[in-house]
């Protein structure tokens, strides 16, 4: 038995849930009636005004400076780290998600947008979504491509192994390509890489010319006639855990992805093919299993993958605010780690590139004790109200954790998608940079749409997306920002220890988080995360080592208005979290003050 089994066997396989135990224009200003438009001030009056934010009931801002040089950049952000990730037969994604036959918030016109939830796909379209992988995830290693075409009412109902349900097939191919163009996606299908066969015929069926083939006449005959040119392409999922069918070895596994690959790409050699990288529960894991990957099937397959996933415990703590943050610095250690490691060893294989990097599934997990009553969904958008216990009980009393899929995003989740995105553009210079990143889930089960029987609603984390895909940059630049910062455990996401604690290591912290990057049009943006729970952080920019930079910024802030970071958007208050657009805000004496638990997106003219 290899390392890779040895210690994947050491995993306590909660069903369905991979618990993992690892050993060793204008500014607004609140009024109780609502927001009014003002006009423009400075950055002191508005902090004065309590726009961006109520400094008078804070702490003294700490004084940091950011340091851009826009001379050297280091290099391009792909516009495909902002996709999505939905999963069939998973706590709403597709049914009562995506899809909602019965709703009178459906379509109804018949073709194969009928039955999908019309709400649902306006906010996804408003999201600008980019790539979408599906059908999931560990769904992916059990599905058959074939049960989810043709007649809806003619496609078989099968018992789901990775979830314990039933899948319908309701949902299929064409359904989620046509609902992918809809919303102005771009479709990542993940096929479960155990028939080469299978794999094949699904790349004829959705990229053979029209009337090419017997599949080709077949897609038209179930509503498409043209080629859907699906170019993103998963072989395999977590092939390395017993929890998926058709688990196997490193070297198995190498020896497969080469052949399923190959023979996809001889049916479209335009097609992009990802492998499943693995993640970094142990370095030694990582090397065994990428090792042998990259020397047999590195010049088949394009990308390779890798999954991360944080947890919030503030369910059951009474607060968990830097704890969730902080993670996105684990995330980047990890991310920055991979990254060399893939480029030594595809260098050692004798590769021509390193192939670039896919974190395909990562979010950030609300975890709570196994014991509690199973949460259920509630119609507001967040859990069902349950009897919980005491706070002064014990959390988990040996039962172990779980992950509450039904819990809102907030605000606090929201700063954490910001953090992790920031540490995305800064591996844009590495030898093996990130192609694309996935977020688990983009409808439903902690999603960034959320939808209940009475309506559809943004969560904290749709705002994340939209100012990082419509107010950034793509070219990165170094940032360095020297402020405030704290020491203390950082922890590896929703990874623990024997004894059920999270694991940690030590590391620093920064108040502030910022990304630097050049959008198209030459303007400087900045994405600052004040990281700090109550104190307001006033930093000055030094740009290309002078002082004397932009006057004015235009400021879009997210959660600089609030007191609360623990606020979740719901169907009574949809926009209890929102970006504001603050307009043009002049710097006081060159420096910016950035509210706490916040994210400010600056735009500055050179």
């Given at each position: 038995?290899?390392?890779?089994?040895?210690?994947?066997?050491?995993?306590?396989?909660?069903?369905?849930?991979?618990?993992?135990?690892?050993?060793?224009?204008?500014?607004?200003?609140?009024?109780?009636?609502?927001?009014?438009?003002?006009?423009?001030r400075s950055a002191g009056d508005f902090?004065?005004?309590?726009?961006?934010?109520?400094?008078?009931?804070?702490?003294?801002?700490?004084?940091?400076?950011?340091?851009?040089?826009?001379?050297?950049?280091?290099?391009?952000?792909?516009?495909?780290?902002?996709?999505?990730?939905?999963?069939?037969?998973?706590?709403?994604?597709?049914?009562?998600?995506?899809?909602?036959?019965?709703?009178?918030?459906?379509?109804?016109?018949?073709?194969?947008?009928?039955?999908?939830?019309?709400?649902?796909?306006?906010?996804?379209?408003?999201?600008?979504?980019?790539?979408?992988?599906?059908?999931?995830?560990?769904?992916?290693?059990?599905?058959?491509?074939?049960?989810?075409?043709?007649?809806?009412?003619?496609?078989?109902?099968?018992?789901?192994?990775?979830?314990?349900?039933?899948?319908?097939?309701?949902?299929?191919?064409?359904?989620?390509?046509?609902?992918?163009?809809?919303?102005?996606?771009?479709?990542?299908?993940?096929?479960?890489?155990?028939?080469?066969?299978?794999?094949?015929?699904?790349?004829?069926?959705?990229?053979?010319?029209?009337?090419?083939?017997?599949?080709?006449?077949?897609?038209?005959?179930?509503?498409?006639?043209?080629?859907?040119?699906?170019?993103?392409?998963?072989?395999?999922?977590?092939?390395?855990?017993?929890?998926?069918?058709?688990?196997?070895?490193?070297?198995?596994?190498?020896?497969?992805?080469?052949?399923?690959?190959?023979?996809?790409?001889?049916?479209?050699?335009?097609?992009?093919?990802?492998?499943?990288?693995?993640?970094?529960?142990?370095?030694?894991?990582?090397?065994?299993?990428?090792?042998?990957?990259l020397q047999r099937a590195g010049r088949?397959?394009?990308?390779?993958?890798?999954?991360?996933?944080?947890?919030?415990?503030?369910?059951?703590?009474?607060?968990?605010?830097?704890?969730?943050?902080?993670?996105?610095?684990?995330?980047?250690?990890?991310?920055?780690?991979?990254?060399?490691?893939?480029?030594?060893?595809?260098?050692?294989?004798?590769?021509?590139?390193?192939?670039?990097?896919?974190?395909?599934?990562?979010?950030?997990?609300?975890?709570?004790?196994?014991?509690?009553?199973?949460?259920?969904?509630?119609?507001?958008?967040?859990?069902?109200?349950?009897?919980?216990?005491?706070?002064?009980?014990?959390?988990?009393?040996?039962?172990?954790?779980?992950?509450?899929?039904?819990?809102?995003?907030?605000?606090?989740?929201?700063?954490?998608?910001?953090?992790?995105?920031?540490?995305?553009?800064?591996?844009?210079?590495?030898?093996?940079?990130?192609?694309?990143?996935?977020?688990?889930?983009?409808?439903?089960?902690?999603?960034?749409?959320?939808?209940?029987?009475?309506?559809?609603?943004?969560?904290?984390?749709?705002?994340?997306?939209?100012?990082?895909?419509?107010?950034?940059?793509?070219?990165?630049?170094?940032?360095?920002?020297?402020?405030?910062?704290?020491?203390?455990?950082?922890?590896?996401?929703?990874?623990?220890?024997?004894?059920?604690?999270?694991?940690?290591?030590?590391?620093?912290?920064?108040?502030?988080?910022?990304?630097?990057?050049?959008?198209?049009?030459?303007?400087?943006?900045?994405?600052?995360?004040?990281?700090?729970?109550?104190?307001?952080?006033?930093?000055?920019?030094?740009?290309?080592?002078?002082?004397?930079?932009?006057?004015?910024?235009?400021?879009?802030?997210?959660?600089?208005?609030?007191?609360?970071?623990?606020?979740?958007?719901?169907?009574?208050?949809?926009?209890?979290?929102?970006?504001?657009?603050?307009?043009?805000?002049?710097?006081?004496?060159?420096?910016?003050?950035f509210p706490p638990h916040s994210l400010?997106?600056?735009?500055?003219?050179?």
């Open positions: 038995m290899s390392r890779i089994h040895q210690h994947l066997r050491q995993r306590t396989n909660l069903f369905g849930t991979r618990r993992v135990v690892v050993e060793p224009g204008r500014c607004a200003v609140r009024l109780r009636a609502g927001w009014r438009t003002v006009p423009r902090h004065d005004q309590g726009v961006i934010n109520t400094v008078s009931r804070l702490a003294a801002p700490a004084t940091a400076t950011i340091e851009i040089d826009t001379r050297h950049p280091v290099g391009v952000i792909d516009d495909n780290i902002y996709g999505h990730f939905l999963e069939s037969a998973f706590f709403g994604n597709i049914e009562g998600g995506v899809l909602d036959e019965g709703s009178g918030l459906s379509i109804k016109e018949p073709g194969l947008l009928q039955g999908l939830r019309a709400d649902v796909l306006e906010l996804c379209r408003e999201l600008m979504p980019g790539p979408i992988r599906w059908p999931g995830g560990n769904f992916t290693s059990g599905y058959h491509w074939t049960d989810g075409i043709g007649p809806r009412n003619h496609r078989p109902t099968r018992l789901e192994l990775a979830w314990g349900g039933r899948e319908s097939n309701r949902f299929g191919t064409d359904e989620f390509l046509a609902w992918c163009e809809a919303v102005g996606g771009r479709p990542y299908l993940a096929h479960s890489a155990r028939d080469v066969e299978e794999a094949v015929r699904w790349v004829e069926y959705t990229n053979a010319a029209a009337g090419s083939t017997t599949l080709a006449r077949a897609r038209e005959r179930n509503g498409r006639s043209a080629p859907w040119r699906v170019r993103y392409w998963g072989v395999g999922n977590e092939v390395y855990g017993p929890w998926q069918l058709g688990h196997r070895s490193a070297e198995a596994y190498a020896r497969d992805a080469r052949e399923h690959a190959g023979f996809m790409k001889a049916v479209d050699p335009s097609i992009i093919t990802i492998g499943v990288g693995i993640p970094p529960y142990q370095q030694e894991c990582q090397e065994e299993w990428t090792r042998p990957l088949q397959l394009d990308l390779l993958s890798l999954h991360l996933y944080g947890a919030n415990a503030g369910l059951y703590l009474a607060d968990d605010y830097d704890d969730t943050l902080s993670q996105s610095v684990h995330f980047e250690n990890e991310l920055q780690s991979y990254s060399r490691l893939v480029a030594e060893l595809a260098d050692q294989a004798g590769l021509d590139r390193p192939p670039g990097l896919v974190m395909d599934e990562w979010n950030i997990r609300h975890v709570e004790p196994a014991g509690w009553p199973q949460p259920q969904p509630g119609a507001d958008g967040g859990t069902a109200p349950r009897d919980l216990p005491s706070t002064d009980a014990p959390a988990a009393n040996g039962d172990g954790y779980r992950v509450n899929r039904w819990s809102p995003r907030t605000l606090t989740d929201a700063l954490f998608y910001a953090g992790v995105f920031n540490a995305v553009h800064r591996t844009a210079g590495l030898p093996a940079p990130f192609a694309m990143a996935n977020a688990v889930n983009l409808v439903n089960a902690n999603g960034i749409v959320v939808a209940r029987p009475g309506g559809a609603v943004r969560s904290t984390a749709f705002w994340v997306w939209k100012l990082y895909r419509e107010q950034t940059g793509r070219t990165a630049l170094t940032a360095r920002v020297n402020g405030p910062a704290r020491t203390g455990a950082i922890r590896h996401g929703d990874v623990r220890d024997k004894h059920g604690d999270f694991l940690t290591s030590p590391g620093t912290i920064a108040d502030l988080d910022v990304s630097a990057t050049l959008a198209a049009d030459g303007s400087l943006r900045l994405a600052v995360i004040n990281r700090h729970r109550s104190r307001p952080s006033t930093a000055k920019l030094i740009l290309d080592g002078a002082a004397d930079g932009p006057r004015t910024a235009r400021i879009h802030c997210l959660g600089g208005d609030l007191d609360d970071p623990s606020t979740a958007n719901t169907l009574d208050r949809p926009d209890a979290v929102a970006a504001r657009d603050h307009g043009e805000v002049e710097a006081v004496d060159g420096g910016w003050t400010s997106i600056l735009t500055l003219s050179r």
